[in-house]
């Protein structure tokens, strides 16, 4: 009945979300790796750096 295409049409719409919702974090993520990557390169650098 009408009932169940509307369910289909709001778990499409949600898997259609969660895809953005999921791009937009795999994107966010990417963007701040290079810089804890850079802040531990920085760290290690220091370490190397210190007394001894």
Known sequence: GPLGSMQVDSVQRWMEDLKLMT???CM???QAK???LEEDAQGDLILA????
């Open 23 to 25: 791009e937009c974090e």
């Open 49 to 52: 750096g210190g007394p001894g």
């Open 34 to 36: 290079p810089i804890s």
């Open 28 to 30: 966010c993520v990417l």
